[in-house]
């Protein structure tokens, strides 16, 4: 389906792709609180070739662009400019500047996914089945306006002992 037959909407899906505990954390002192290589390879291989939104502080938290990818840097500085990323002061900006993507992800932090929320088609939801410390956390979101098309259940010994689901969710 073409963007004209959508009605002019933009072309690409708008996900939002994170990983989560059971009380919602998503990261302690700019941090994730775990290590998970699965979902790291997750991660990469659901974003390769598309654009990733993300604010400031989680750009800081990464330190680089990834590679195969384009990365959106959303800050209220308008005078802030990092090599190799695209710069947008809100979230509709950003947006814009990833035209003609077919899907397009919001990576974090808690701000952005909660202006996103509203706009997403997909949520790709990392569940780590335990609650952990932290500081930061996904906002809520009313399960009512979502359905269920995938989940993995998922387990690991190393680097931490861990039980989570790989959920796909997709709006109704």
Known sequence: ?????????MKGKLAIIV????????????????????????????TMGHHLIMGRKTFDSIGKPLPGRTTVVVTRNDTLKIEGC??????EEAIKACAGDDEIFIVGG???????MPLVDTIYLTKIRQDVAGDTHFPEFDKKQ??????????????????YNFITYGRK
């Open 1 to 9: 389906m073409t963007s004209n037959e959508r009605g002019g909407k």
């Open 19 to 46: 990983a989560m505990a059971r009380n919602r954390t998503i990261g302690i002192n700019n941090t994730l609180p775990w290590r998970i290589p699965a979902d790291l390879k997750r991660f990469k291989s659901l």
């Open 86 to 91: 695209i710069m947008a002061y809100s979230l």
């Open 146 to 163: 979502w359905q269920e098309l995938a989940r993995e259940q998922c387990s690991q010994e190393t680097p931490q002992a861990l039980e």
């Open 110 to 116: 808690a701000e952005l996914y909660a202006l996103a």
